[in-house]
């Protein structure tokens, strides 16, 4: 059982690589958006201060807007990542889940051949 283990474990550790490195994706994006919509509302307040009455309703924009799209772009990033998550969960339980009956079935023959 120890020899099977051994040689199933490079599969399981490749499996478990790629749902690390989604599931820090699905953690990252949404920080990433924060991050653009603080950096929008500070240009926005930028403006704000720097701009006359006037003028004001072109520089609020483009701030506010700034904000919005990178919020968005993290949430457009972390939805979807969030579920090819879930599904690499699945699919590497179902995996080890297999793997763990191939065991079984080959030691279960050994003993019987013994």
Same mark, same amino acid.
């Given at each position: 059982?120890?020899?099977?283990? +051994?040689?199933?474990?490079?599969?399981?550790?490749? *499996?478990?690589?790629? @749902?690390?490195?989604?599931?820090?994706?699905?953690?990252?994006?949404?920080?990433?958006? /924060? /991050?653009?919509?603080?950096?929008?509302? *500070? #240009?926005?307040? +930028?403006?704000? %201060?720097? !701009? @006359?009455?006037?003028? %004001?309703?072109? !520089?609020?924009?483009?701030? =506010? @807007?700034?904000?919005?799209?990178?919020?968005?772009?993290?949430?457009?990033?972390?939805?979807?990542? $969030?579920? =090819?998550?879930? =599904?690499? &969960?699945?699919? #590497?339980?179902? $995996?080890? $889940? +297999?793997? #763990? %009956? =191939?065991? +079984? *079935? *080959?030691?279960?023959?050994?003993? &019987? #051949?013994?």
């Amino acid at each position: 059982r120890y020899y099977i283990y +051994d040689a199933l474990f490079p599969y399981m550790m490749a *499996i478990g690589k790629y @749902s690390t490195m989604v599931k820090t994706i699905v953690i990252l994006a949404p920080l990433v958006g /924060l /991050l653009g919509t603080v950096m929008g509302m *500070i #240009e926005t307040f +930028d403006a704000l %201060q720097s !701009s @006359s009455m006037f003028s %004001q309703g072109t !520089s609020i924009s483009g701030g =506010i @807007s700034k904000a919005l799209f990178t919020t968005e772009l993290g949430l457009v990033v972390a939805v979807p990542g $969030l579920i =090819i998550g879930k =599904i690499l &969960d699945r699919k #590497e339980e179902n $995996l080890a $889940l +297999d793997f #763990e %009956q =191939i065991t +079984d *079935i *080959i030691c279960t023959k050994e003993e &019987d #051949e013994i």
